[in-house]
C-alpha cells in the first residue's frame, strides 16, 4: 500500500547511544517531516524538507539531525540519544497544501 | 508564531450523545484549518481541510465548520467507534509546516 513507512516501531536506547530512525515515502510528495508527539503536548515538529537536499528545523530540533539525499526518503538522526528524547517520533509527507500523511510511528525510550 | 488551542481535552459521551470540540487558533494570514484523527498506537489520519470561514465539511457522523477564530467538529450520534483523538491543526501563509493542538481525546461508551 501507498504511504509513509517507518522503522523500527520500537526501540529502546541507552543514555549517550545512537540511532537513526528511517522514514520512506512513495508518494512522489516533496515535502516531508519528523515531529515527536509526548503526552499533552500534541505534535512538535522537529525537522521538515521542501524537496531533496533541503532541509530546515522545526520547533525543536536540539539533539537531532536530518538529511534529505532522494525524494522518498527522510531519516532522522539523534546522536547521544537523552532521557528528554523518549517520545513517539512520526514522519508525514505532503504535496502542496493538503492533508500530510503519517506514519505509524516510532516508539523510543532512552533510559 | 502560530497558536491552536482544543478543548475540551477530554470528552466522555454516552453513544448517541452528540456534542462538540473546539480548536481556537492564531495565525496571521490562515492558508488551512485541518483536522485529523488519531486511535491509539497509531499515526494520525486525515479528516478534513478548511479554507475560509463559513465553509463546512462532513464525513458520516462528523462536521467541521470553520469561523475566523475557531473550528468545530462536531460529533452527530456518536458511536464507540468514533473514540479516538482528534487533532486540530493551522497552516500559515508562508510555509509548508502544520502547527498542531494537543488534541481531544474522545471516549464513546456503548
Known amino acids: 500500500n501507498a504511504g509513509v513507512t517507518q522503522t523500527p516501531k520500537f526501540r529502546i536506547l541507552k543514555i549517550g547511544q545512537s540511532m537513526t530512525l528511517q522514514c520512506a515515502q512513495d508518494?512522489?510528495?516533496?515535502?516531508m517531516y519528523w515531529y515527536r508527539q509526548d503526552p499533552g503536548m500534541g505534535l512538535k515538529l522537529i525537522y521538515y524538507s521542501v524537496g531533496a537536499g533541503i532541509t530546515d528545523k522545526g520547533e525543536v530540533p536540539n539533539g537531532y539531525n536530518v538529511s534529505r539525499s532522494t525524494t522518498e526518503d527522510f531519516p532522522l538522526r539523534l546522536e547521544l540519544a537523552a532521557p528528554s528524547q523518549t517520545s513517539v517520533y512520526f514522519c508525514a509527507s505532503s504535496g502542496q497544501i493538503n492533508g500530510y500523511t503519517f506514519g505509524s510511528g516510532t516508539r523510543l525510550t532512552v533510559v | 508564531e502560530d497558536q491552536v488551542t482544543q478543548s475540551p481535552e477530554a470528552l466522555r459521551l454516552q453513544e448517541g450523545e452528540s456534542s462538540s470540540l473546539n480548536c481556537s487558533y492564531t495565525v496571521s494570514g490562515l492558508r488551512g484549518l485541518f483536522w485529523y484523527r488519531q486511535d491509539p498506537g497509531k499515526g494520525p489520519e486525515f479528516l478534513f481541510t478548511?479554507?475560509?470561514a463559513g465553509e463546512e465539511k462532513e464525513k458520516e457522523r462528523l462536521k467541521a465548520t470553520l469561523t475566523k477564530k475557531e473550528s468545530f467538529l462536531h460529533i452527530t450520534a456518536p458511536k464507540p467507534e468514533d473514540s479516538a483523538t482528534y487533532l486540530c491543526?493551522?497552516?500559515?501563509?508562508?510555509?509548508?509546516?502544520?502547527?498542531f493542538g494537543a488534541g481531544t481525546t474522545v471516549t464513546v461508551r456503548a
Open positions: 508518494m512522489n510528495h516533496n515535502y
Open positions: 478548511l479554507y475560509s
Open positions: 491543526a493551522v497552516l500559515g501563509p508562508n510555509d509548508y509546516k502544520l502547527s
